[in-house]
């Protein structure tokens, strides 16, 4: 049964060298035609890829220092953020001192002109209140001594009269 195969498994050294110098040929072509062009192509991709790497390594970094000016410009943004509300709040309170230190300012005036005014009134109506008084004293006078006195005598008696309701006051 397998002596077919034994027949045809007889070895010939010619047919071998034959074989084998039909194998480096081969391999020769294959070398020449296709292995060149595959390795070329591997190492295409090679340099493809490590160009990839450092073009994506170029990038991160890029993102990075991109990514550092960017905090850098918004930590500078916030910092003259609270520069302005700082300078506002301060001359929001200086407005306000100021429109307090007018409006102090302005009452003392007032109050100063009220008290020139109720003393110029208090003044007003002592002066109204002796011219009165004179009048009146002068027509009692008149009547009772029935004699009708000078100006000058009126304003005399008077004078005396109110500086002796002073003295007694004062006491």
Known sequence: MFTHLIVGATFN?????????????LMWIVKLVAW??????MQNRADKISSDIDSAE??????????KKRQAALQQSQAEASDIIAQAQQS??????????????DAQTLKA???KDIQQQQQ??????????????IEIAS???QKNLTAADQKALIDSYIEGLGSHESK
């Open 113 to 115: 002109n009220a008290q």
């Open 13 to 25: 050294i010619g047919d071998a060298l034959f074989y084998a110098v039909l194998f480096i040929i």
């Open 36 to 41: 060149k062009p595959i390795t070329q192509l």
């Open 58 to 67: 170029t990038a991160r970094n890029n993102a990075a220092a991109l990514e």
């Open 124 to 137: 007003d109506a002592l002066v109204n209140s002796k011219n009165n008084v004179a009048d009146l004293s």
């Open 92 to 105: 929001g309170d200086n407005r306000r001192a100021e429109i307090i230190s007018t409006a102090q300012a």
């Open 143 to 145: 009547k009772i001594i």
